[in-house]
């Protein structure tokens, strides 16, 4: 799978963004997917995931209850609808497809797309 994630920008605090991740080749729709971030200096973190169907989503405690996670099969298309952002939001987001048994560690996901940088400012 190739992946692209885009929508990211410069937001003040307190803004919203949404990513989306969009995907090509193999079949989108039979892979659970997440995202994640990494800071400058700082190692990549997990963000939060979907499960193939969509049905059962999953994150990580500092962006719950701010951020919501989607996706979208007829698309081949997942998003990431941020709200409440934070200055320790500021990182590059990428979006994996999940090939391991975690949905929260990075060595569980494959096919890194880019990423794309979000800063919030303060």
């Known amino acids: 799978v190739q992946l692209q994630a885009s929508g990211g920008g410069l937001v003040q605090v307190g803004g919203s963004l949404r990513l989306s991740c969009a995907a090509s080749?193999?079949?989108?729709?039979?892979?659970?997917m997440g995202w994640f971030r990494q800071a400058p200096g700082k190692a990549r973190e997990f963000v939060a995931a979907?499960?193939?169907?969509?049905?059962?989503?999953y994150y990580a405690d500092s962006v719950k209850g701010r951020f919501a996670i989607s996706r979208d099969n007829t698309k081949n298309s997942m998003y990431l609808q941020m709200n409440s952002l934070r200055p320790e939001d500021t990182a590059v987001y990428y979006c994996a497809h999940k090939t391991g048994r975690s949905y929260f560690s990075p060595i569980d996901y494959n096919d890194w797309g880019q990423g794309t940088l979000v800063t919030v400012s303060s």
């Open positions: 080749g193999r079949i989108f729709s039979l892979y659970d």
């Open positions: 979907v499960n193939w169907r969509g049905d059962n989503t």
